[in-house]
């Protein structure tokens, strides 16, 4: 039951507006549908923020730059997008924390019973597929215009997937291929064959470890991938290099 999560009796709205991470707010669905961003609220343990700023492309990089500025210490929570239950039902993906929540029980479950957890994953999120299980050969990490940018490779004897993201996963590519294999929208997820899940931060301590780690590429509902969604990523891929279409992951 969503609405009483931890006994704090505390409503929880089943929805968001990406079923995944994403690198800025004009790629969520609330933006797509000409939701009003504002006000906005920054905060952390000591100090608060709150802004005014519009379209959501104008509002990320504010906030962008309020966290970097110097009154945060590169940290906050943030509240924003205020509407009603009507706006959120009409511009929201639905069922998205419900369907984290059992794939991370099935991960879980599927460690205890000594199954493998990737298989339980990939079982629950519909239309996804194992790109490779392998290790981590090769990282490169820069910082720029408030994101951390990566290029992840990862390998399994000579099966190689190279992994571009800007905070998040972006672009997957094969070796060899002219164009990607996963674009986001889509997902690109790291999942350890231990369980663990892996952030794009954690990959630097994992390839120390030599942990061997699985790429599942797995497709966004529809209506995270509506052509203002696209558009926004796309806007991105430009400036990353990238100057071709999107094509969905999975069977049209």
């Keep these: 039951?969503?609405?009483?999560?931890?006994?704090?009796?505390?409503?929880?709205?089943?929805?968001?507006?990406?079923?995944?991470?994403?690198?800025?707010?004009?790629?969520?669905?609330?933006?797509?549908?000409?939701?009003?961003?504002?006000?906005?609220?920054?905060?952390?343990?000591?100090?608060?923020?709150?802004?005014?700023?519009?379209?959501?492309?104008?509002?990320?990089?504010?906030?962008?730059?309020?966290?970097?500025?110097?009154?945060?210490?590169?940290?906050?929570?943030?509240?924003?997008?205020p509407m009603t239950g009507a706006q959120a039902s009409s511009s929201c993906i639905g069922g998205t924390m419900a369907a984290a929540l059992k794939v991370g029980a099935a991960i879980r479950q599927a460690v205890q019973g000594g199954h493998d957890p990737i298989a339980a994953a990939t079982e629950l999120m519909s239309g996804s597929e194992v790109l490779l299980t392998g290790h981590i050969a090769d990282i490169t990490l820069t910082l720029g215009g408030g994101f951390d940018h990566s290029i992840v490779t990862l390998e399994e004897g000579s099966d190689r997937v190279m992994i571009t993201g800007q905070n998040e996963n972006l672009l997957v590519w094969r070796d060899n291929d002219t164009s990607p294999s996963v674009l986001a929208p889509d997902l690109a997820c790291f999942l350890g064959t231990d369980g663990t899940p892996y952030s794009n931060a954690d990959l630097t301590p994992a390839k120390e470890k030599g942990a061997t780690i699985a790429v599942i590429a797995s497709p966004t509902p529809e209506a995270g991938r509506s052509q203002k969604v696209v558009e926004a990523y796309l806007d991105l891929y430009r400036k990353l290099g990238y100057g071709g279409g999107y094509t969905p992951f999975g069977p049209n």
Aim: aromatic residues 4%.
């Design 1 to 81: 039951d969503l609405s009483h999560q931890r006994g704090r009796d505390i409503p929880v709205i089943d929805a968001s507006g990406a079923a995944r991470a994403m690198p800025a707010l004009q790629m969520s669905t609330c933006a797509a549908a000409g939701i009003p961003v504002s006000p906005v609220v920054l905060a952390n343990s000591t100090t608060s923020v709150e802004f005014q700023a519009e379209p959501a492309a104008t509002a990320d990089a504010t906030m962008r730059g309020v966290i970097g500025g110097g009154a945060f210490t590169e940290d906050a929570g943030v509240a924003l997008w």
